[in-house]
Structure formats: C-alpha cells, structure tokens
C-alpha cells in the first residue's frame, strides 16, 4: 500500500479542454485514436466511437478510443444543442499527417430540441434532421464523412494519429 494521494477526478470548470464557455459559445472536445480500416465513406454521418476496434463494415467513423461521450458533456452545453437556431461546428484534427503536421475539416451543422446527447458510446452528426438517438451530436450538416478531403482520411487511417474533434455550438 501506498501514502501517495489518489488524484480527485478532473472536473470541467479545472480542465479548459473538457469545456470552454463564452457569452454565446460553448465548447467540448473529445480526443481519440486513428485506426487502419477508417475508410469515411458515409454519406449522410460522420462518428466518433469509444471503441477501441473498427471493422470495414464502419464506414462513417473517423476515429475509436474517443476519451468522452456525449453523455460527459456539460449539461450548458447539451441545452445549448437544443436550441434550433444554435450553429454547431465540429472541427476534426488528424496529427499527425503525412509528411508532418495536421490536418483539419471543420462541418458545421445546427442544433434541435430532440437532441439529447446521452450516449456513453459514440457520438454522431448526421447531414439529416434525424435525432431520435442519444449519440446525435448536431443535424443538418454541410458534409458527412465521405466530403472529407481524401489526405485527412488517409491521416485517420494510421493507429497512432490523434485525432481531435472540437464540438462548438453558439447561440
């Protein structure tokens, strides 16, 4: 046994990454894992999973291991999704790229009152208006997984890239 202390977990207000709020933006960012059969070539989603496998069948997930869920959000933050004039951005990050680097994309989608960001699993955004799912993290984005320029997929491909999601939504 050990007198070392044990460390209290991480709370959103201590950790600027969990969360960030302004007068009118709220921000989350999730963090997780390339892995060798992301292929993005879903049309109408895009997902971020915590699994730590993807089979080829996974067409629209663009990285596994993802270090939180919807379900870890701020509550400010998934009332604010609710709002149906709400503006969400989801900013994915690839480092590193090819030759060095990172790559970025940046969707932007809206909020809606059926958006519940309960999901402990995975969270997806979906070029429809569909939200009758816990994982639905925005509606009516301006692009899915197989808009994404073909180098950052390339990126997501490798198993030890980072991947960073951004999830913005303002009001």
Avoid at 28 to 44: D, F, I, K, L, M
Avoid at 60 to 79: G, H, K, M, Y
């Amino acid at each position: 046994m050990t007198d070392d202390p044990i460390d209290p977990p991480v709370s959103p207000a201590d950790d600027p990454d969990l969360h960030t709020d302004d007068a009118n933006v709220r921000t989350e960012v999730v963090h997780g894992c390339g892995h060798e059969n992301v292929t993005a070539e879903h049309v109408s989603t895009f997902e971020l999973t915590t699994d730590d496998w993807l089979t080829p069948a996974g067409d629209c997930i663009l990285a596994v291991d993802a270090d939180r869920t919807p379900r870890d959000f701020d509550p400010a933050f998934r009332e604010a999704c609710q709002d149906p004039d709400a503006t969400i951005t989801a900013t994915i990050t690839v480092d590193p790229a090819p030759g060095g680097g990172s790559l970025s994309a940046t969707i932007t989608g809206r909020g809606d009152p059926g958006l519940t960001l309960l999901d402990g699993r995975s969270m997806v955004g979906r070029t429809s208006g569909y939200t009758d799912d816990e994982r639905t993290i925005l509606v009516d984005a301006d692009a899915a997984a197989a808009d994404l320029d073909r180098d950052l997929v390339g990126a997501l491909t490798n198993p030890d890239a980072k991947v960073t999601l951004e999830l913005s939504v303002e009001t």
